[in-house]
Nanobody, 126 residues
Framework: QVELVESGGGSVLTGGSLTLSCAVK????????MGWYRQAPGKGRTFVAY???????RYADFVQGRFTISEDTARNVVSLQMNNLKPEDTAMYYC????????????????????WGRGTQVTVSN
């Protein structure tokens, strides 16, 4: 079981910044990498950013250097710093656990389920 709680969303003007946070509570001995996704009105949920336990990161092409994902392992918080926001960044943002490669390959089965938070709304206007 994993509990994910996002915060930090809000309304900003074009060019503004926001930092989203995801409080992660893992109620087992499983370990997870983490990701951020977003869903704009009327569209599907899409990948935004990813970070693994070694600190390796990956971003969607549309990020274009504007967002930074990080993880504070001491506080169990995954953050998404978003700069130079555009109206097309308007969406509900979700954090999600990601299965580490070793779990995908070797299990255990109890750690092979991913979890989503409830999301935090980001609105960018002109």
């Amino acid at each position: 079981q994993v509990e994910l709680v996002e915060s930090g969303g809000g309304s900003v003007l074009t060019g503004g910044s926001l930092t989203l946070s995801c409080a992660v509570k893992v109620l087992s001995d499983c370990t997870y990498d983490m990701g951020w996704y977003r869903q704009a009105p009327g569209k599907g949920r899409t990948f935004v950013a990813y970070i693994d336990k070694q600190g390796n990161t990956r971003y969607a092409d549309f990020v274009q250097g504007r967002f930074t994902i990080s993880e504070d392992t001491a506080r169990n918080v995954v953050s998404l710093q978003m700069n130079n926001l555009k109206p097309e960044d308007t969406a509900m943002y979700y954090c999600k656990t990601e299965l580490p490669l070793e779990v995908i390959r070797n299990g255990p089965p109890k750690c092979e389920q991913n979890y989503w938070g409830r999301g935090t709304q980001v609105t960018v206007s002109n």
